[in-house]
């Protein structure tokens, strides 16, 4: 039987992105998506987080992952390659455990939007080439290299890059003509351990392709590029791997949105003065939105917990039917869908902690506010990027329109 490891390189000193392996990506810790892609592969054995920093192995664990050493701080360094983290490992494992498994899967967090077969593919094509050293991921190139130059620093002339057999100047040549070009992804390398404790090298002389769609090429370097992915990853529709329940999909119309109040509506703070009244913060950005989802047809209510004042004049100063003190919201949410003749199914609710989690399998689609408690977040079908209080109905009102305006 062959012994196979996956194995997560993740240090804590990241510079473009701080914290990045342990940042929220669309709701998770960005290594609960490498974690999870090992643990549900059926041909991975054993799955562990080669990491410096005691936060991240905690996290890690968290998901599922085994961190039974820290990694040295000499190889945790910004220009430390992989190879010898991976050696450092195997060799720990090894005088430690005496464990010594045949293949390494190596799963870097930066590519979290992954295939759910893309592991078990990469495994089973290194065993059915008894040659190969390593299997790579990569995609069709997006930019074709037979178009690229390089500048002659004596002079400033270009220089094609490359040449083709047969074709004077590929850099004129239809693109058709050109043989096809790969780009190495960061979603999986399959490596036997011999090539990096025999052979000194990470992927060996015979590597064998993994050819992934395009669509699931992410590589997170920037905040931009954060944004961009987590869209991608919520609206993509792509069989992808999820470290928690699987996230349903936006209904294609939506008729109804119900709000909780604390926390969304607001910040979850209160000020209470010396007579017991209650202050609360809000966005005005979150009227517009709403008074815009109105328009369109949509369909606007707040349940809340708290019997308050505030709640009335919030809910009144922004035209909207509220119900509080409702202690147990799920009951209220039923009937209130049956009372209106609402199709659950085009339901959209937005919570921000525990007592709304009965809410959410009975709507479409269940929202969190950026703030959200952790538990609510991670069971939400969508995270919104703005925190209660500060624009996050603003922006939930914005997706349903768009999604709406889709529809017609």
Same mark, same amino acid.
């Given at each position: 039987m062959?012994e196979?490891l996956?194995?997560?390189?993740?240090r804590g000193?990241?510079?473009?992105?701080?914290?990045?392996?342990?940042?929220?990506?669309?709701?998770?810790?960005?290594?609960?998506?490498?974690?999870?892609a090992?643990?549900?592969?059926?041909?991975?054995?054993?799955?562990i987080?080669?990491?410096d920093?005691?936060?991240?192995?905690?996290?890690?664990?968290?998901?599922g992952a085994?961190?039974p050493?820290l990694?040295?701080?000499?190889?945790?360094?910004?220009?430390?390659?992989d190879?010898?983290v991976?050696?450092?490992?195997?060799?720990?494992?090894?005088?430690?455990?005496?464990?010594?498994?045949?293949?390494?899967?190596q799963l870097r967090?930066?590519?979290?939007?992954?295939?759910k077969?893309? =592991?078990?593919n990469a495994?089973?094509?290194?065993? #059915?080439? +008894?040659d !190969?050293?390593?299997? /790579?991921?990569?995609? &069709?190139? *997006?930019?074709?290299?037979?178009k690229?130059?390089?500048?002659e620093?004596?002079?400033?002339?270009?220089?094609?890059?490359l040449?083709?057999s047969g074709?004077?100047?590929p850099?004129?040549a239809?693109?058709?003509?050109?043989p096809p =070009?790969?780009?190495?992804?960061?979603?999986?390398? #399959?490596? +036997?351990? !011999?090539?990096?404790? /025999?052979k000194n090298? &990470?992927t *060996?002389k015979?590597?064998?392709?993994?050819?992934?769609d395009?669509?699931y090429?992410?590589?997170?370097d920037?905040?931009?590029?954060w944004?961009?992915?987590?869209?991608?990853?919520?609206?993509?529709?792509l069989?992808?791997v999820?470290?928690?329940?699987l996230?349903r999909r936006?209904?294609?119309?939506?008729?109804?949105?119900?709000?909780?109040?604390?926390g969304?509506?607001?910040?979850n703070r209160?000020w209470t003065?010396?007579?017991?009244?209650?202050?609360?913060a809000?966005s005005?950005s979150?009227g517009i939105?709403?008074e815009?989802?109105?328009?369109?047809?949509?369909?606007?209510?707040?349940?809340s917990?708290?019997t308050?004042?505030?709640?009335?004049?919030?809910c009144?100063?922004?035209?909207?039917?509220?119900?509080q003190?409702i202690?147990?919201?799920?009951?209220?949410?039923?009937?209130?869908l049956?009372?209106?003749?609402?199709?659950?199914?085009?339901?959209?609710y937005?919570?921000?902690d525990?007592?709304?989690l009965p809410?959410?399998?009975l709507?479409g689609w269940?929202?969190?506010?950026?703030?959200a408690?952790?538990?609510?977040?991670?069971q939400?079908?969508?995270?919104?990027s703005r925190?209660?209080g500060?624009?996050a109905?603003?922006?939930?009102?914005?997706?349903i329109?768009?999604?709406?305006?889709?529809?017609?």
């Amino acid at each position: 039987m062959v012994e196979v490891l996956a194995l997560i390189p993740a240090r804590g000193g990241s510079k473009g992105i701080p914290r990045k392996n342990i940042r929220p990506f669309a709701g998770y810790p960005l290594i609960a998506y490498s974690i999870a892609a090992g643990l549900q592969a059926e041909t991975v054995a054993r799955v562990i987080v080669s990491t410096d920093d005691e936060e991240i192995a905690a996290v890690a664990r968290s998901f599922g992952a085994e961190t039974p050493f820290l990694r040295p701080a000499e190889l945790a360094q910004d220009m430390i390659p992989d190879l010898p983290v991976f050696e450092h490992a195997l060799r720990w494992l090894a005088e430690n455990e005496g464990y010594r498994p045949d293949v390494i899967v190596q799963l870097r967090p930066t590519s979290p939007i992954r295939p759910k077969d893309c =592991v078990d593919n990469a495994v089973r094509l290194l065993l #059915a080439h +008894r040659d !190969a050293d390593c299997v /790579r991921g990569v995609v &069709l190139a *997006g930019q074709d290299p037979h178009k690229m130059w390089r500048i002659e620093p004596e002079n400033g002339r270009m220089i094609p890059l490359l040449t083709v057999s047969g074709i004077a100047e590929p850099f004129n040549a239809p693109r058709q003509n050109l043989p096809p =070009v790969y780009w190495q992804t960061g979603h999986i390398d #399959a490596i +036997r351990s !011999a090539t990096i404790l /025999r052979k000194n090298s &990470l992927t *060996g002389k015979v590597i064998y392709p993994l050819v992934i769609d395009p669509r699931y090429t992410v590589d997170l370097d920037n905040l931009s590029d954060w944004v961009k992915y987590e869209w991608l990853a919520t609206f993509g529709a792509l069989e992808m791997v999820w470290p928690g329940k699987l996230r349903r999909r936006m209904p294609e119309r939506v008729d109804l949105l119900i709000l909780d109040f604390d926390g969304v509506l607001t910040d979850n703070r209160v000020w209470t003065d010396k007579d017991g009244r209650e202050m609360v913060a809000a966005s005005r950005s979150d009227g517009i939105g709403l008074e815009a989802l109105r328009k369109a047809g949509v369909d606007v209510v707040v349940i809340s917990k708290e019997t308050n004042p505030v709640v009335a004049a919030r809910c009144q100063k922004l035209n909207l039917p509220f119900v509080q003190g409702i202690q147990d919201k799920g009951p209220a949410l039923t009937r209130l869908l049956e009372e209106r003749g609402v199709d659950p199914a085009r339901a959209v609710y937005i919570g921000n902690d525990t007592n709304d989690l009965p809410c959410f399998p009975l709507v479409g689609w269940a929202v969190a506010v950026a703030d959200a408690w952790p538990d609510v977040i991670r069971q939400a079908d969508y995270v919104l990027s703005r925190p209660g209080g500060h624009g996050a109905v603003r922006e939930l009102c914005d997706l349903i329109l768009k999604r709406n305006s889709l529809s017609v």
